[in-house]
C-alpha cells in the first residue's frame, strides 16, 4: 500500500523567505502527484498537478518537483507572503481512482 | 471549470440521529464521486468511491451500512450518516471526476469544500 510522508509537519517562517515542502513516497508507481493547500476548516485547493512523466511545474511563486525513482517530491515556494499560511497536502495517484494523500505541512508565514 | 459543491458547509446533530451531505459538480458530469473524511491534524483518509447508478465501493474498515452513499445522477451524490454518533464528528469532503468522450480518464480529482459534522 502507497505511504506518503510529508516533512516537516509544521514550519515558521518569517515574510519573505524562500522554503521547500517535502513529500516522499514509498511506491514509485505513481500516475501523479498533486500539490493541495488547505485553509483552516476548509476544502483543498489544487495547487500543482505533476504526471508521472514530468519533473516539474510551475505556477507563479510556486514550484514542485518529482523524482519518480526515489519516492520524492518538493514544492518550492519563492518569497513567502502572510497570505501562504495553510497547510499543505502531497497526494500521490496510483490510479484514476486511487489517491493517497500525505498529513500535510502547517506553513506560517510571519510577517 | 471543474467547480464541486457541498450542502451543508457545518451540520451539528444529536447522537442517534441521520445527517445527509449533498455533494454536486455544478459545471461538468462526475462519472465518479469519492467520499473522504479528515479527523483534527490527520490527512483525508478515502471512505468510499461511488460511480452513477451503481453501489459504491467502500474502503476497508468503513461500514456501508453506517455511511450510505447515493449517487443517482451524474451532478449529485449523498453520503448519509445514520444514527450518527459523537466518534463521526469529522470533516467530510467529496472529490469528482469525470471520463472524457473516447474512455480516457482525466487524472484528477476536483474537491469539494467539505462539511464540518459535529455530534453531540
Known amino acids: 500500500k502507497q505511504e506518503v510522508t510529508q516533512i516537516p509537519a509544521a514550519l515558521s517562517v518569517p515574510e519573505g523567505e524562500n522554503l521547500v515542502l517535502n513529500c516522499s513516497f514509498t511506491d514509485s508507481a505513481i500516475y501523479n502527484l498533486q500539490w493541495f493547500r488547505q485553509d483552516p476548516g476548509k476544502g483543498l485547493t489544487s495547487l500543482l498537478l505533476?504526471?508521472?512523466?514530468?519533473r516539474e511545474q510551475t505556477s507563479g511563486r510556486l514550484n514542485a518537483s518529482l523524482d519518480k525513482s526515489s519516492g520524492r517530491s518538493t514544492l518550492y515556494i519563492a518569497a513567502s507572503q502572510p497570505g501562504d499560511s495553510a497547510t499543505y497536502l502531497c497526494a500521490v495517484a496510483t490510479g484514476a481512482n486511487n489517491l493517497f494523500f500525505g498529513t500535510g505541512t502547517r506553513l506560517t508565514v510571519i510577517p | 471549470g471543474a467547480v464541486v459543491s457541498q450542502h451543508p458547509s457545518r451540520v451539528i446533530c444529536k447522537s442517534g440521529t441521520s445527517v445527509k451531505i449533498e455533494c454536486r459538480s455544478l459545471?461538468?458530469?462526475?462519472?465518479?464521486m469519492f467520499w473522504y473524511r479528515q479527523f483534527p491534524k490527520q490527512s483525508l483518509m478515502l471512505m468510499a468511491t461511488s460511480n452513477e447508478g451503481s453501489k459504491a465501493t467502500y474502503e476497508q474498515g468503513v461500514e456501508k451500512d453506517k455511511f450510505l452513499i447515493n449517487h443517482a445522477s451524474l451532478t449529485l451524490s449523498t453520503l448519509t450518516v445514520t444514527s450518527a454518533h459523537p466518534e463521526d464528528s469529522s470533516f467530510y469532503i467529496c472529490?469528482?471526476?469525470?471520463?472524457?468522450?473516447?474512455?480516457?480518464?482525466?487524472?484528477?480529482?476536483?474537491f469539494g469544500p467539505g462539511t464540518r459534522l459535529t455530534v453531540l
Open positions: 459545471d461538468f458530469q462526475a462519472t465518479t
Open positions: 505533476i504526471q508521472s512523466s514530468q
Open positions: 472529490s469528482a471526476s469525470w471520463n472524457l468522450r473516447g474512455g480516457a480518464y482525466i487524472d484528477e480529482q476536483f
